[in-house]
């Protein structure tokens, strides 16, 4: 089975400020890894995916994510926040083989002070 | 296209009521999804179809039953509901079963029952 931990509930940033959301996985097998979005009254919008290849993953709205294989980690930064940033993000992993659905972490409430 | 479209936006129904959720997609994707999501939680799985076919049932009570009437459309019929089943639903789609397939989500339907 595939577990998530997304280690912060809650993260507050002051605009323009870097950030990063830390996300840690656990599986048996080999597998995707994935961080969506989700602002409020929405469904998710995927952000970025680390399948293979370069384990430095860019993504859309200047997110990008690290692949650490050793960490069992997929960590999200961003070097400049804006105030449309605020919101859920979260977290998932899927198989390679045989995969049916996303596994969610918890989620990290992502909040901008101005 | 990438637009998964889900009707009603909101719904308030009664616990003896029985009504529908709607999910359309037009994207060719042959994998469909049902998501229940409650506040300040991840998504979590309830149903996956496959080419038409129920592929996961996660344990979901049989109050709520879902249907694939074809390719571009899930339904998820709702029957006999609790106030605990008030949440947010949301329905993805995927050109495949998941791997390394993204999963587009609609923004979902807010459900209360009272």
Redesign the interface.
């Given at each position: 089975a595939q577990s998530v931990t997304q280690l912060d509930s809650q993260v507050p940033v002051f605009e323009e400020a870097p950030v990063e959301l830390r996300c840690n996985y656990s599986s048996s097998v080999s597998v995707y890894l994935f961080w969506y979005v989700q602002y409020p009254n929405q469904g998710l919008q995927l952000l970025l995916k680390y399948l293979s290849g370069s384990t430095l993953v860019k993504g859309i709205n200047g997110f990008e994510a690290e692949f650490n294989k050793s960490q069992t980690s997929f960590h999200l930064r961003k070097p400049s926040v804006h105030i449309s940033d605020t919101a859920e993000y979260f977290c998932a992993v899927s198989r390679i083989q045989g995969a049916q659905k996303l596994v969610f972490g918890q989620g990290t409430r992502l909040t901008i002070n101005p | 296209d990438t637009e998964?479209t889900?009707t009603p936006k909101h719904l308030v129904m009664g616990m003896t009521n029985k009504k529908s959720l709607k999910c359309e997609q037009h994207m060719g994707h042959r994998a469909m999804?049902w998501y229940k999501q409650k506040a300040?939680?991840?998504?979590e799985?309830m149903f996956?179809y496959?080419y038409e076919k129920l592929?996961?049932n996660e344990s979901v009570p049989s109050r709520f039953s879902p249907e694939c009437p074809n390719s571009s459309l899930l339904n998820l019929h709702l029957h006999a509901l609790q106030p605990e089943d008030s949440a947010l639903y949301?329905c993805?789609s995927s050109q495949g079963?998941?791997?390394?397939t993204?999963?587009?989500?609609?923004?979902?339907t807010?459900l209360t029952v009272v």
């Open positions: - | 998964v889900q999804y300040k939680k991840p998504p799985l996956v496959s592929s996961i949301l993805a079963l998941l791997g390394n993204e999963a587009f989500f609609g923004q979902g807010r």
